[in-house]
């Protein structure tokens, strides 16, 4: 009888440590959840945060994505790990249970049993310190997250700041060329013709309307309509010019004054310039001369009326942009 009584004090005894142990256990997987849910929780966010991104953000939102990914990854390995915590437990309680019948026995199994219950605790302590480790992974998971949401944030500003920017741009060349075309409109029957193209405005005349066949030097006509387009490019300072000769597949009678048609389309827009340049105070810094000789063509040069059309003279206008070019060069 005092036997039974002296094993019944042992079982008492020994059970204690490891029911606090199992109480710290259990905390830190209370612990574990609240950082799972609240991982959960930022992720679902940052998942509606990249659905407001345009398409010109996808390299970053596919980044975005592997990370939520690998978050995701790592929370299941997470749970996967309490998982495995809580299958040890249970082998804890069972070894402990198994203790109480060894402690029946001999000596020499009890000291076995107490040998495995002491390399399960030490099995645990080893899960615990990673779990720790993971939880440290977690964190700064969660502050490249910050960052990277800080980063969209600045794309997507920098997005809406560049459609303003478009926008204006638009505005501006469709007034601009408004204005053109109602400083040109008695030339409209005239060969002339005003569009825009690529965010700039075009000013084409043919041949007709400035030079006799072969020339370089413009008529009276010609430098009426070339003096009305300075007046609306003189109140325009924002506006860079561009004149571009053009001329059709008919090679020109070489000549001391022309050598071939890459001769003729040059100077036919720098004559256009010497006139806007002389009815104006256009700088020159704003104006380039391009000779284009039969390279551009609009129409077929196999008929008489698209020679005629070929042989033209553009004045390309284009508006300054150089806030929009910083934009676009922002890293």
Not at 70 to 99: F, H
Request: proline share 2%.
């Amino acid at each position: 009888m005092k036997i039974h009584v002296l094993f019944l004090a042992l079982i008492l005894l020994g059970s204690c440590v490891p029911q606090k142990e199992f109480e710290k256990i259990r905390q830190q997987k209370q612990t574990c959840l609240e950082k799972q849910d609240s991982l959960e929780h930022a992720n679902r966010k940052l998942k509606v945060a990249n659905k407001e991104l345009s398409s010109k953000n996808e390299v970053l939102r596919d980044k975005n994505e592997r990370l939520m990914r690998d978050s995701l990854s790592r929370a299941k390995r997470l749970i996967s790990y309490q998982q495995k915590n809580e299958r040890l437990q249970d082998k804890y309680e069972s070894l402990k249970a198994t203790q109480e019948k060894l402690l029946k026995g001999t000596t020499q199994e009890t000291k076995k049993l107490l040998r495995e219950i002491q390399n399960s605790q030490e099995k645990l302590q080893a899960k615990e310190d990673r779990l720790q480790v993971l939880e440290e992974n977690l964190n700064q998971e969660r502050e490249q997250l910050k960052k990277l949401r800080r980063q969209l944030e600045n794309k997507k500003q920098r997005l809406v700041k560049l459609e303003k920017i478009l926008h204006q741009k638009d505005s501006l060349v469709d007034r601009l060329k408004q204005k053109v075309s109602d400083a040109l409109y008695g030339f409209r029957n005239e060969g002339l013709d005003v569009k825009t193209k690529n965010g700039k405005v075009y000013v084409s005349m043919e041949e007709k309307l400035l030079f006799p066949s072969g020339s370089t030097v413009i008529d009276q006509r010609g430098k009426q309509a070339i003096k009305e387009l300075a007046g609306v490019l003189e109140g325009n300072q924002d506006i860079n010019i561009m004149v571009e000769g053009h001329t059709d597949t008919v090679p020109v009678i070489s000549s001391k004054a022309i050598k071939d048609n890459w001769d003729l389309s040059v100077k036919r827009a720098t004559a256009v310039i010497r006139i806007l340049m002389k009815h104006s105070s256009i700088k020159g810094e704003r104006i380039i001369a391009a000779g284009r000789s039969k390279y551009l063509p609009v129409a077929t040069n196999n008929t008489k009326a698209g020679r005629r059309k070929n042989r033209r003279t553009e004045i390309i206008l284009t508006p300054k942009f150089g806030e929009l070019l910083d934009i676009l060069n922002m890293q």
